[in-house]
């Protein structure tokens, strides 16, 4: 059963940076960072299956960096270049079998973290 753990939200202004990370219990095929302001729907952001493919949504490519360190069994979101509007709850997510899904779309993953909170001031 997965299990995940994610930290290192915080405040910071628009042009800075933070890492947020996910501490996996569990072996996981997909994994990937989702966020979800107040009363928007949940988004998708970057995804990383466990061949190394990478996936983002268009509003942060260029700009957010996913990865995973295996031996550390933890999942990276490196944040620069922060816009007010990325402003949000940010939650990370994995799916422990393989199949054919839409990486950012939440219905593929079965393992949440419990969220942690960015706040970009302009």
């Known amino acids: 059963q997965l299990q995940l753990a994610d930290s290192g939200g915080g405040s910071v202004q628009a042009g800075g940076s933070l890492r947020l990370s996910c501490a996996v219990s569990g072996n996981a095929y997909l994994m990937g960072w989702f966020r979800q302001a107040p009363g928007q729907v949940r988004e998708g952001v970057a995804a990383?299956?466990?061949?190394?493919?990478?996936y983002y949504a268009d509003s942060v490519k260029g700009r957010f960096t996913i990865s995973q360190d295996n031996a550390k069994n933890t999942l990276y979101l490196q944040m620069n270049s922060l816009k007010p509007e990325d402003t949000a709850m940010y939650y990370c997510?994995?799916?422990?079998?393989?199949?054919?899904?839409?990486?950012?779309?939440?219905?593929?993953?079965?393992?949440w973290g419990q969220g942690t909170q960015v706040t970009v001031s302009s």
């Open positions: 997510a994995a799916r422990g079998g393989y199949g054919s899904v839409n990486p950012l779309r939440a219905s593929a993953y079965d393992a």
């Open positions: 990383i299956y466990n061949s190394g493919a990478t």
